[in-house]
């Protein structure tokens, strides 16, 4: 089944830092924009940041600008969330998709096939 893997998710006090993975399986990323979402209990699932095929472009929603950054490694077939500076309101599910709409201030959309994976949590206490 091809799908994204995310990981890298957990229990973490304000103000700390997380990386989370979403590896590729069963497809390459090569010719795919890719986008992070999330999803918090009760909401429906947001974008947040997504990057170009190349990794040249990157883009964020304003309530993760200057706290998260997005990036990719094709040789490795993998997404990076590098998230910073949590916030109790950044406690959610964060998943990956294969999205298209990503630039120019847009943060993807996901594509008819996004690959959807099971995501990681991220919990920060209030």
């Known amino acids: 089944q091809s799908q994204f893997v995310e990981s890298g998710g957990g229990l973490v006090q304000p103000g700390g830092s997380l990386r989370l993975s979403c590896v590729a399986s069963?497809?390459?990323?090569?010719?795919?924009?890719v986008g992070w979402f999330r999803q918090a209990p009760g909401n429906g699932r947001e974008a947040i940041s997504c990057?170009?095929?190349?990794?040249?472009?990157?883009n964020y929603v304003d309530s993760v600008k200057g706290r998260f950054i997005i990036s990719r490694d094709n040789a490795k077939n993998t997404v990076y969330l590098q998230v910073n500076s949590l916030k109790p309101e950044d406690t959610a599910t964060y998943y990956c998709?294969?999205?298209?709409?990503?630039?120019?201030?847009?943060?993807?959309?996901?594509?008819?096939?996004?690959?959807w994976g099971q995501g990681t949590q991220v919990s920060v206490p209030s």
């Open positions: 990057i170009s095929t190349t990794g040249g472009s990157t």
């Open positions: 998709a294969a999205v298209w709409n990503c630039g120019l201030g847009n943060v993807g959309t996901p594509l008819l096939i996004p690959y």
């Open positions: 069963g497809f390459t990323l090569t010719n795919l924009a």
